[in-house]
């Protein structure tokens, strides 16, 4: 059991004047996690649902005039078109998920197992991108969407804007060509010499066996999809195609305040639910970043 | 090589691309009507000139040592308490975490509202309790700033923490064993077992920190819209108002060039200063 100890051991567990702080200790900074974390959600939650009254004179109370307005969520749904934006949203996280999956993945094939005799000059210079501050490239990038180089076509307005650009993270092809390195070679011998191709070895061998590493970049993927709001505002000026972020602050200058609420929890309530069911996929994941960046 | 031309287009459409083309355009005049023209440096001359861009970097730097001072020493403090706990030490990650999953537009509107100036409003209502306020928040030039430190640094943390947990995680144990077996207190094995073991991944996030703090824009922009009185105005929300709303893209290009720079040689500056400490 020695290999459960942390910094501390069972013996200053039981301790008295050690027990007794971390005790209280855990009591307050459960409280202040409660307090930081679930407390804004629950206050939209219960803000969305009251009179705008009640909201702006008596932000602390719960339902201080005694009504429930369960129709505000059902009015932004509808009337702010919050389901709409949702739907785009939606589509946007989705393509750039699928997009991102494609290149990290046959990236990292290449890298990790073809390992073509370039295939050192191509890791180097993905992993340079890493280092570039992104503020370099944001205006060049507007202009590529504008007028993409070769074919000369207008990308902005298309979701297309939205879905590529994010697909060239130097990080998700890091992470999924360390995860394939970790696939024993012997894999790769065995199926050739069952006559397997190079695309049935990836279909059929590497990314069965990595789903764990394919889940994490979806999953990552998509919340940073859902979260951004410069990009999308750049590119999307069309009302008809904007994500909710970029929709909600135009819904806010225009709606009463309870509605404006309730919209916002819509908007919250996807990221969140889809945080509680993949939470452990999903914190592996930002820990790996962590890991990957030191 | 079909598997590699994914990669390859997409890294050469939407990452060397871009980068090149930035270095380039920032010696160019261009604003998509006219034709291009060689400019040289003049349109760092022009940006440098502008004394909205001292404005924007003083504010740039305060807010980044404002977030340091409130976020960086906090995350690291919760971790190392988490790392601790056994059993139910999901459930406090996960609520550390709840922020960071919340999409920056809908916590802005959020605490927008929270920052309600009248003495009703949601925090000058709980510090009224203790007889505080009411605060101006985002209304004065002097508090606009911290307030949207305070929300970013709420935003953040949790990713902070997890980072820690993580890391904490690959501590050997018999270190701890041995420290204690040497008559260490629980501060002693803090200090020298726990923090040690941290030291890379804290110079490493203080760094990223840094770089992702200069790099500020969504806040202000929602917030403030960089008022008021410009004290919310900062170096990128500045090259976007070059770029999309004058339209001067040599100028905004010139700029994100110039805090590139800035961030390479301090990020090349602060590996050199600390390399003797991030390997031990």
Redesign the interface.
């Known amino acids: 059991m020695s290999a459960e100890r942390g910094l501390l051991s069972q013996t200053d567990r039981l301790r008295r004047r050690v027990r007794v702080p971390f005790v209280i200790g855990q009591v307050v900074v459960f409280a202040g996690l409660l307090v930081a974390g679930l407390g804004p959600f629950l206050w939209l939650l219960k803000a969305a649902i009251s009179p705008t009254q009640d909201s702006i004179r008596k932000p602390l109370a719960v339902f201080p005039s005694g009504e429930v307005q369960w129709q505000n969520l059902a009015t932004a749904w509808q009337q702010g078109h919050v389901g709409y934006y949702l739907g785009n949203t939606a589509i946007i996280a989705a393509g750039t998920a699928l997009g991102s999956l494609i290149v990290c993945t046959t990236a990292g094939y290449v890298l990790s197992v073809l390992r073509p005799r370039w295939g050192s000059v191509l890791s180097a210079a993905i992993l340079v991108t890493l280092f570039v501050p992104h503020i370099v490239s944001l205006v060049p990038l507007y202009l590529t969407v504008l007028k993409l180089p070769v074919v000369h076509t207008n990308l902005t307005n298309t979701f297309w804007a939205v879905w590529l650009p994010p697909a060239a993270s130097a990080f998700n092809v890091l992470i999924v060509k360390r995860f394939f390195d970790s696939i024993p070679r012997e894999y790769f011998e065995a199926a050739r010499i069952d006559g397997a191709g190079s695309l049935r070895v990836f279909t059929a061998l590497v990314l069965p066996l990595s789903r764990p590493i394919l889940g994490v970049v979806l999953l990552l993927s998509i919340i940073s999809s859902w979260k951004d709001y410069l990009w999308p505002l750049l590119v999307l000026t069309n009302p008809d195609l904007q994500p909710i972020s970029v929709a909600l602050p135009k819904i806010a200058k225009v709606t009463e305040l309870n509605i404006q609420l309730a919209g916002l929890f819509l908007a919250l309530l996807i990221p969140v639910a889809l945080f509680l069911v993949f939470q452990r996929a999903f914190l592996r994941g930002v820990g790996l970043s962590g890991g990957i960046k030191a | 090589?079909v598997?590699?031309?994914?990669?390859?287009l997409?890294?050469l459409?939407?990452?060397?691309?871009?980068?090149v083309?930035?270095?380039v355009?920032s010696l160019q005049q261009t604003n998509?009507v006219d034709p291009v023209k060689w400019v040289g440096l003049e349109n760092f001359r022009y940006v440098l000139a502008d004394p909205a861009v001292g404005q924007a970097t003083v504010n740039t730097v305060w807010f980044t040592l404002l977030a340091l001072l409130f976020g960086f020493p906090l995350p690291v403090l919760?971790a190392?308490?988490?790392?601790?706990?056994r059993g139910r030490s999901?459930?406090?990650?996960?609520?550390?975490?709840?922020?960071v999953?919340?999409?920056?537009?809908?916590?802005i509107?959020?605490w927008r509202?929270?920052y309600?100036p009248s003495p009703?409003?949601?925090f000058n209502?709980?510090l009224g309790v203790f007889g505080l306020g009411p605060f101006p928040w985002l209304d004065s030039p002097h508090s606009a700033m911290p307030s949207i430190v305070l929300e970013a640094t709420?935003a953040g943390a949790?990713?902070a923490v997890?980072?820690?947990?993580?890391?904490l995680t690959s501590?050997r144990?018999d270190l701890?064993?041995a420290a204690?077996l040497d008559g260490a207190g629980?501060v002693r094995?803090?200090w020298h077992?726990?923090l040690p073991h941290l030291r890379?991944?804290l110079l490493?996030?203080l760094l990223?920190q840094v770089?992702g703090t200069m790099?500020l824009?969504?806040e202000p922009l929602?917030f403030t819209g960089g008022g008021p009185q410009n004290s919310t105005l900062t170096i990128?929300l500045l090259?976007?108002n070059y770029?999309?709303v004058n339209g001067d893209?040599g100028a905004?290009?010139a700029l994100?060039?110039l805090?590139?720079v800035a961030?390479?040689v301090l990020?090349a500056g602060f590996q050199l200063a600390t390399r003797r400490w991030s390997t031990e």
């Open positions: 090589m598997f590699a031309l994914p990669v390859l997409v890294f459409l939407f990452s060397w691309g871009p980068i083309k930035g270095l355009m998509l919760l190392m308490f988490l790392s601790e706990l999901w459930a406090y990650t996960t609520l550390a975490y709840l922020p999953i919340t999409p920056p537009v809908v916590a509107l959020l509202f929270f309600d009703n409003g949601m209502g709980i709420w949790g990713n997890i980072i820690y947990l993580a890391a501590v144990t701890y064993e204690e629980i094995r803090v077992v726990m890379g991944v490493l996030m990223l770089i790099q824009f969504t929602l990128l090259i976007y770029a999309f893209y905004a290009t994100s060039v805090l590139a961030l390479a990020s």
